[in-house]
């Protein structure tokens, strides 16, 4: 087998604008990307699939508050929502790349598998919600929405916008790392920890309980890859490369970066939060645990970037 290689796709990724958010519309957008990580498993790489959920669990908990409100039906709890997001938007990606490697004659079967990961119970974010969910509004729909709902939590997302933020603790552990490492020693190209994975704490040896919390799917991610000694970690975002004084007349587009000179760029504050930050803090953390590399650039890209030509490469030294 190839190079190990974990992809992350952003859920952002897969809803174009708040008029193109149907299930169909991210279909479509889900296929597109297929197009790009089947291109990598062309060129002989070994590749695992992750997925962001921060729209659609945003979407999910709407549907089952309007469908309280209006007729009684019983809530749905955030973890379960994170669960079903997960296994749908899983179903989508094994669906086309199925389909787009039977298109091209490529021997790849695909599996998804509904994975959850420990968190711990005594996370600061349980008390900090940060997470940022479902779609933009403005702030005059956030007040109007906290004024009906005052528990409900805003920020302002990167200049898109006002979005519902909820608790989103730290991955510690992939609970079923072991069954996806099998299906990779088996040839599938795995989809795994969707939306950051189901977040659950440990009750006792090997059990589990679910708790309501969105996962980073980056820093899961990050987690996942080095649980499974992937050698190359690409986290995929909405520009080709990561930039430095982003939206400003100096902005510069960063094509190789070490470590050390990644970790003084966060110090100077370069990256915002919302965004760009987090895919920061995981890629350190996968590079000073086990990685070789990380690329962080846009789907498209993926099939020159795996070669070193697009997107960011992060490296040792």
């Given at each position: ?114 994975t959850q990961v420990e968190v711990s119970k005594e996370d600061p974010n349980f008390q900090n919600p940060t997470k ?118 100096e902005q510069k587009a960063l094509e190789q970066i070490t470590i050390e000179e990644t970790k003084q760029y966060v ?44 997107g960011t490469h992060i490296v040792k030294q």
């Amino acid at each position: 087998m190839g190079e190990l290689v974990i992809v992350a796709i952003g859920g952002n990724s897969l809803v174009r604008d708040n008029g193109r958010d149907s299930i169909a519309d991210q279909y479509e957008a889900v296929c597109e990307t297929a197009i790009n990580i089947a291109d990598m498993v062309e060129q002989g790489f070994q590749v695992v699939v992750t997925h962001g959920n921060g729209p659609q669990v945003g979407f999910a908990m709407r549907r089952c508050e309007i469908a309280h409100e209006v007729s009684g039906m019983p809530t749905i709890p955030l973890v379960n929502c994170v669960a079903d997001t997960q296994g749908g938007i899983g179903y989508q990606i094994q669906q086309a790349l199925t389909n787009e490697f039977a298109k091209r004659g490529i021997a790849k079967k695909v599996a998804s598998i509904i994975t959850q990961v420990e968190v711990s119970k005594e996370d600061p974010n349980f008390q900090n919600p940060t997470k940022p969910v479902g779609s933009f509004f403005t702030l005059e729909q956030a007040e109007a929405m906290k004024a009906e709902h005052p528990d409900w939590v805003f920020i302002e997302d990167s200049g898109r916008g006002y979005r519902r933020v909820v608790p989103s603790p730290k991955p510690i552990d992939i609970v079923e790392k072991e069954a996806i490492r099998s299906l990779i020693e088996a040839g599938y190209v795995v989809i795994a920890a969707g939306g950051g994975g189901i977040p659950v704490v440990k009750t006792g040896e090997n059990t589990y309980d679910g708790i309501d919390a969105v996962i980073d799917k980056d820093f899961a991610t990050s987690l996942l890859a080095e649980q499974i000694d992937a050698q190359t970690l690409i986290i995929t975002t909405g520009v080709p490369q990561v930039c430095i004084h982003f939206g400003k007349p100096e902005q510069k587009a960063l094509e190789q970066i070490t470590i050390e000179e990644t970790k003084q760029y966060v110090q100077e504050e370069h990256f915002a939060k919302g965004s760009m930050l987090p895919k920061i803090e995981a890629s350190l953390s996968f590079l000073e645990h086990r990685g070789s590399r990380v690329i962080i650039t846009n789907p498209e890209s993926l099939k020159d970037a795996i070669v070193g030509k697009a997107g960011t490469h992060i490296v040792k030294q």
